[in-house]
């Protein structure tokens, strides 16, 4: 891998268009949204337009403060990139539909790729919270 950087969610404008879907299908505006979650409309305009990301920890925040789940944002980035979830897709023909298959377009793979990427992070960070670190 070397000195390549590992894209970050917002670089792509998925997780801000993602973001914007669902608080659009909360029908709130983000003074309103700002309130429920103890943030400034502000803070959630950045992360929406993809000026800022929040950390793991915050978008779990957002996402419960919302009545969401990452299920649910993952429902999201389908959404935004035009793609039904991959159980809904039918398969690639004289081939069985099986969850996880590996016939998947350059397209696919990149998405996959940074959502696996995006889930990585998130069990790090949970696995920081949960499991000391032992120091010699």
């Known amino acids: 891998m070397g000195n390549q950087r590992i894209p970050r969610v917002a670089d792509r404008g998925n997780l801000p268009q993602a973001l914007k879907l669902l608080r659009t299908r909360l029908d709130v505006n983000r003074v309103e949204l700002g309130r429920r979650l103890g943030m400034s409309h502000q803070r959630f305009y ?37 793609r039904q ?14 969850p996880g298959d590996a016939g998947l377009g350059e397209a ?29």
């Open 85 to 98: 979830p991959r159980d809904w897709r039918p398969a690639p023909s004289g081939e069985a539909a099986v």
């Open 46 to 82: 950045s992360y929406e337009n993809g000026l800022n990301e929040p950390s793991f920890a915050r978008l779990r925040k957002i996402l419960a403060g919302m009545g969401f789940d990452l299920h649910d944002l993952q429902d999201a980035l389908d959404a935004v990139e035009d």
């Open 108 to 136: 696919e793979r990149s998405v996959l790729l940074l959502f696996l990427r995006f889930f990585a992070r998130l069990v790090a960070e949970e696995l920081k919270a949960v499991v000391p670190v032992e120091r010699a």
